[in-house]
């Protein structure tokens, strides 16, 4: 089996209220048509096999497990689908390596569908130094978070807010996490 997409859900925590335990979210996939799944997280990071299909094609079954989702788990958020090849190239060159020092609590990427151009200078950082979003890439904003728990910045927020899009935060750890494990499969 090859992975070639991964579909990124909002607000998706796996098993807790409003969300699918990953029985559900594999299953509504595949009945969707994906040829194989893996949930690879309890944040709704999931890699998808649909065969040799396009972009277009992972979205469609994405946005066709959305009703079953909601039916059978009360789910109602968005999913991003990226390709991940695209996911890759986001992190190619260590971009974040502009900005990382020893307040660097969390690099992450922001992926973001619909909406703006971010409407910043980059890099750019926060009033407060807490948070700098470091680039633009096409479907993606990267940002370093300064600060621990309970004082860190949003970048998932501030995404939304400039842009008007929908989007969804995952940690550099999770997206090369899931780059291995697609490598492995």
């Not at 020893?102 to 971010?118: M, N, Q, S």
């Not at 979003?133 to 978070?145: D, F, K, M, S, T």
């Not at 621990?148 to 807010?161: I, K, Q």
């Amino acid at each position: 089996m090859t992975f070639t997409h991964a579909a990124l859900y909002r607000a998706m925590n796996l098993g807790h209220r409003g969300s699918p335990v990953r029985d559900v979210l594999e299953r509504a996939l595949l009945e969707a048509g994906a040829r194989a799944v893996r949930s690879f997280q309890t944040n709704g990071t999931v890699l998808l096999d649909v065969g040799s299909a396009s972009d277009g094609d992972a979205a469609a079954v994405v946005r066709d497990a959305a009703p079953l989702l909601a039916e059978r788990a009360g789910y109602g958020h968005a999913a991003l689908v990226r390709s991940l090849d695209d996911v890759g190239a986001a992190i190619d060159g260590d971009p974040f390596a502009v900005t990382r020092d020893e307040r660097t609590y969390r690099e992450t990427l922001t992926f973001v569908d619909g909406g703006e151009p971010l409407p910043l200078d980059l890099p750019w950082t926060d009033p407060r130094d807490l948070l700098d979003l470091v680039a633009a890439r096409p479907g993606v904003v990267l940002g370093v978070v300064r600060g621990g728990p309970g004082t860190w910045a949003d970048p998932n927020s501030l995404v939304e807010r400039l842009t008007g899009g929908v989007a969804t935060t995952r940690t550099l750890g999770t997206v090369r996490r899931l780059l291995a494990a697609a490598a492995r499969a």
